[in-house]
């Protein structure tokens, strides 16, 4: 039965009302749980409020280091024959985007409770870190760089 290409649109997300931004929204709706919304958002805010203290203009900071973390090229399977290749292959947009954000909230979400009592204080300080080439979600790029180089 031959398989016809369906043409499959992505859904556009809503800007989120206080930044305006589509981007601080997809990172709200991946940092929810359990359909809390409003308890993701608030957590997203209070993350953006510190770096607002700190003296850095939060939603450029957020956008900045979401494009650090973001990968520019990846491996992927290729199957030859009947074998397996790893390829380099370059990331597209979405899904460097959605990458880069599944990344950062994995690494804020490891972060000790000791130190930090909230996720708003955990993604604040990965964000932070992030600026300064350093944290879990940059170790994740620098280890998807390595595969890259081993396989050119």
């Known amino acids: 039965m031959a398989r016809t290409a369906r043409i499959i649109r992505k859904r556009q997300v809503e ?15 991946q940092v929810m749980r359990g359909g809390k919304k409003t308890a993701a958002a608030a957590q997203v805010y209070q993350a953006l409020t510190l770096l607002k203290d700190q003296g850095l203009e939060p939603l450029k900071t957020f ?4 494009n650090t ?3 520019k090229m990846e491996v992927r399977p290729r199957r030859v024959g ?12 979405d899904r460097r985007m959605s990458l880069a954000i599944r990344w950062m909230i994995t690494a804020a979400r490891k972060r000790s409770n000791k130190d930090f009592h909230t996720f708003g204080q955990k993604l604040a300080a ?3 870190d992030i600026l300064k080439n350093q944290g879990e979600a940059v170790r994740k790029i620098q280890k998807a760089k390595v595969q890259v180089k081993i396989q050119n």
Request: charged share 20%; proline share 11%; aromatic share 8%.
């Open 15 to 29: 800007p989120e009302p206080i930044y305006n931004s589509r981007l601080v929204a997809k990172f709200i709706n």
């Open 63 to 66: 956008e900045q280091a979401l």
């Open 69 to 71: 973390v973001g990968p």
């Open 82 to 93: 009947g074998a397996s290749y790893q390829i380099p292959m370059e990331v597209r947009g």
């Open 126 to 128: 990965e964000i932070t």
